[in-house]
């Protein structure tokens, strides 16, 4: 296939496609809980002639190809779900609802259905089949690993897999890590019990806010002298609650927070040194703590080194030589962490817009924007990887 057509293509259904962003970004869902996205995104595929399935909680898969010409599947993912908090952009099709596509997801999915689009046109070519996945609950790391438990890998089983994401970063650009390019991601809860009372009588009562700091403080440790300095780990507490008085002890402290790391074994550790510090340094002020995970937390993510030449390749043959660059490695997570743990898989980061190009946000920000101008060009790039490396893989 002539990868000129393919973003020839993709420039041709931009206004379909910021359309679709916009319907989008206007509703954002969060987590499993995604009606309008989800709806929205079958409704396209169902409108392009593809047959589509639902996997797990709330997933969406679907296959292109000729499965009796045989060949392997090559899987692109998209995740779906928004961020918990108020949009400040000021755009005329901003979110009102509480919620906002601020690491913009809205981005991945209109940029998928494109790319379904051109597959689907060009499906009898195909020298292998090409799974879509448009995956829920990325932003607490569940999404990929229900859709994994419900069965997207199998089926056709999965030969290769790649994501897309968005980032700060000039337009067009085209960034990757070598290795292990994400820190894992484990959410965790920390719940002290005490017993409280008057404020007036603290040797009466057992103070839970008094335990969690010295929780908080011996968690320090797990950085500066259990982990090797080679090694990254971050732990970091970022919600303390307790209380309701000025003059009341309450019962409880709840602390939230993660760990990150790019060693599968040194997240296991801090896991498990978590459990045991905070369990033992309540005791010793005779208070209780129970330590809970959100969901099982995603693995690191590991770039395939084979696969992420191939398709860098690919990627600077269709956008011209150089776009492709290799950037830091970060230490916020992806769940797309969790296949790359089972297929060889690849995770770019497409720039959507810098500073000096009038985008002054990063993801997560609630006045963060991105050009639009990147969604068909992150459709071309989902379609021509694909393409390529069925073509180059099939038997």
Known sequence: ????????????????LISIRRKIHQNPEIGFDLPKTTALVAEKLKAYGIEFKKVG????????GNAEAGGKTFLLRADMDALPFEELTGLTFASNNGCMHACGH???????LGAARILKEREGELRGRVKLMFQPCEEDVGGAADMVEAGVLENPSVDGAMALHVVHHSMGSVGYSTGAACASSDV????????????AVPDSCIDPINAAVHIHMALQALNSRETHPDEMLVLT??????????????D????????????????EYARRRLEEISSTVASAFGASA????????VPPM???????????????????????YELPRMTGSEDFSVLSQLVPSVLFWVGTGSQEEGYPYGVHNPKVTFSEDMIPVMSAIYAEVAICWLENHPN
């Open 57 to 64: 909680k709330a997933g969406i898969s679907a296959v292109l």
């Open 252 to 267: 409880t402290a709840v602390m939230r927070g993660t760990i990150r790391t790019r060693n599968q074994k040194v997240r």
């Open 188 to 199: 965790f809860t920390i719940t002290i019990h005490g017993e409280g009372g008057h404020g």
């Open 302 to 324: 590991v770039n395939d080194q084979e696969l992420l030449e191939e398709a860098a390749g690919y990627i600077d043959r269709l956008l011209g030589p150089g776009t492709c």
């Open 1 to 16: 296939m002539d990868n000129r057509y393919t973003l020839t293509r993709a420039g041709e259904l931009s206004d379909e």
């Open 106 to 112: 809205d981005i991945h999915t209109s940029a998928l």
């Open 290 to 297: 129970r330590v809970e995970y959100l969901y099982s937390g």
């Open 237 to 250: 507490i970022c919600e303390f609650h307790s209380g309701a008085a000025a003059n009341v002890f309450s």
